[in-house]
Every structure is written in C-alpha cells, then in structure tokens.
C-alpha cells in the first residue's frame, strides 16, 4: 500500500517504510526530528517543472503530465518502491501545504500502476 502525508503531521504506527519525496529539505524541520527511512530525490520533480508548477505557469494537469515523463526516466527507482509497497506500507512524505494537487499525489499514483 502507499500513502502520502506532509511531513508536518506526526509519524503514525501504520505509516510504515516513510520515504522523503522532496527534492529541498522542508523549511522548519529538523533532520533529526524527521522519522524517515530514505529520502528519495530522483523520484521528486525537476528544479524547472517545481518552479514552474509553484509559479503558476503550469497547472496541475501539464504538471502531472510533465511530472510522469521525467518519472518515466527513473523507472528502476520507482520498480524498486513499487515492489516494497507490495510488501509493506510505504508513506511519501512531503512538504507541500496543498494535500489535494501536489507531486507526491502524482508519484503515488504512478508507483500504483508500475
């Protein structure tokens, strides 16, 4: 199974292999008051496609699109959780204050189906 949850909410029992899904480390978080178990940056956006999406010059829709092409590049990174959630829960943290429209949303959803 995966999930996503900010990393601002607590580390809950059912969260399982947690996995860091940003490219920056989130503001106001202190690595060692972070429980996670890998930070995975080759599976987060590009720095142009982040700036891009936060800027408003892309919506939501070209993001994600934009988004799983690059993921597409990664894809043996992605087999690799893909097959541990399989196993366990695996949980994407992320830093990003909207939980409706963001990349580990649009990550998740590619792990799914890979």
Known sequence: MIQCKR?????????????????????????????????????TPSNELRKAFHSETIDFSAFSQAYREELARHADEGMRLAALAKKQTVTLLYGAKNTEQNHALVLADWLRHL
Not at 20 to 43: F, H, S
């Open 7 to 43: 990393v601002y909410e607590q580390a809950g029992p059912g969260d399982g292999y947690r996995v860091l899904v940003d490219k920056l480390w989130p503001r106001g978080v202190k690595k060692t008051d972070l429980a996670y178990d890998e930070w995975c940056k080759a599976l």
